[in-house]
């Protein structure tokens, strides 16, 4: 079975900045697009960046200029790096990918989330 597991969210000040990581593991045939999901407390939860398997990006509009999604190929891994955070992004930060196992069926995996809190 395939596994998505997030790390690198913690506590910053606004202005900071925080890079979290998202590995695949398991039964891997491919992956196609991935990316990154946010929920804060009250609110729905919305798309923060995604790329596609040949390295094509989209964001939010609201962190346009400020997060950068990254993958590795090789290692299964999608990343997000968050600079000039703001206090509107704390939230909870979820990995999600499409991805085929090694008998092609496709499926979209979650990770558990990782907590982010921009305060002072």
């Known amino acids: 079975q395939v596994q998505l597991v997030e790390s690198g969210g913690g506590l910053v000040q606004p202005g900071g900045s925080l890079r979290l990581s998202c590995a695949a593991s398991?039964?891997?045939?491919?992956?196609?697009?991935m990316g990154w999901y946010r929920q804060a407390p009250g609110k729905q939860r919305e798309l923060v960046a995604a790329?596609?398997?040949?390295?094509?990006?989209n964001y939010a509009d609201s962190v346009k200029g400020r997060f950068t999604i990254s993958r590795d190929n090789a290692k299964n891994m999608v990343y997000l790096q968050m600079n000039s955070l703001k206090r509107e992004d704390t939230a909870v930060y979820y990995c999600?990918?499409?991805?085929?196992?090694?008998?092609?069926?496709?499926?979209?995996?979650w990770g558990q989330g990782t907590q982010v809190t921009v305060s002072s």
């Open positions: 398991g039964t891997i045939f491919s992956i196609n697009a």
């Open positions: 999600n990918a499409a991805i085929s196992d090694t008998t092609q069926r496709l499926a979209i995996y």
């Open positions: 790329i596609g398997s040949g390295g094509s990006t």
